[in-house]
């Protein structure tokens, strides 16, 4: 999955400063940019991403499997 742009960068409730990027298929990733000093999640490291978006775009087919 790679890299399009950053869109924004945003702090989550525990303080880390994540980047918000969209890849080149349309999905925004939140990845931490900067963890906070006293987050207690040890998976927040730089790098890490937090959550990967739905894509952007509207078809949003759920995939192959269940027909
Ligand atoms: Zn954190």
Known sequence: MRILRVLQSQSLPCRCFVGVYETYDGRTLHIIDEPAAGC?????QPGYVVSAGTPRVSDASPGRSAR
């Not at 207690?40 to 927040?44: D, F, G, N, T, W």
């Open 40 to 44: 207690r999640e040890s998976l927040h």
